[in-house]
C-alpha cells in the first residue's frame, strides 16, 4: 500500500534551516521514497513499510540532535496505484 506523508520541521533554534536541511537530505538517502519539498513542508511518497521505517529512524535522529523541534506531520493513504 502506498500512502503520502507532509511533514513540517520546527526546529526551536535560532539557526533552524541547517536541522531542516539535514532532515530533507537524511530523507532522499532511503530508497523507494520520492521526496519533494517546497517552502513550507516535505512531502514523502512511497510503499507504507517504507516510508514509516524512514519516517521512524529520521524522526529519533533529529530528536537527538537538536536540543528541541516539533514535527507537525499528515498520513495520507492508500494511494491509488
Known sequence: MDIAVELSLYPLDADYIPP???FIDRLNTHGGLKVVTNSMS????GEYTRV???LNEELRRTFETNEK???AMKVLGPLAA
Open 20 to 22: 531542516i536541511q539535514d
Open 42 to 45: 516535505t512531502q514523502v511518497f
Open 52 to 54: 514509516m521505517a524512514a
Open 69 to 71: 523541534a516539533v514535527f
